[in-house]
């Protein structure tokens, strides 16, 4: 059973920056993809970012690009997001999540949270104008 835990949400104005993290415990880290997620209360999560097995590749959706960067440390279990030009529409409760198939499209793979097999508990980020 793999585990999840995320640290780092906060309170920030805009502009600032938070990182985030995600540590991995129970299962070999370095053979999944890793994604981090968003969500609003009573709205759908929402694709933020995800990371190849090897960190090679990174995928942003669109409102994040040249903000947010993606990227893991497979030695340490870890996945981070660090988020920078924080807006206040960036303000949900941040997940991430762990997906171990190995999918025929990756991209397309990695923004569906219905293809991710493990989830962490969730970080408020807050961000005021």
């Known amino acids: 059973q793999v585990q999840l835990v995320e640290s780092g949400g906060g309170l920030v104005q805009a502009g600032g920056s938070l990182r985030l993290s995600c540590v991995a415990s129970?299962?070999?880290?370095?053979?999944?993809?890793m994604g981090w997620f968003r969500q609003l209360p009573g709205k759908e999560r929402l694709f933020v970012a995800a990371i190849s097995r090897s960190g090679s590749r990174q995928y942003y959706t669109e409102s994040v690009k040249g903000r947010f960067a993606i990227s893991r440390d497979n030695t340490k279990n870890t996945v981070y997001l660090q988020m920078n030009s924080l807006k206040p529409e960036d303000t949900a409760v941040y997940y991430c999540a762990a997906g171990f198939g190995i999918p025929t499209a990756e991209a397309m793979a990695a923004r569906n949270p219905d293809w991710y097999d493990y989830w962490g508990q969730g970080t408020q980020v807050t961000v005021s104008s």
């Open positions: 129970g299962g070999t880290f370095w053979s999944s993809i």
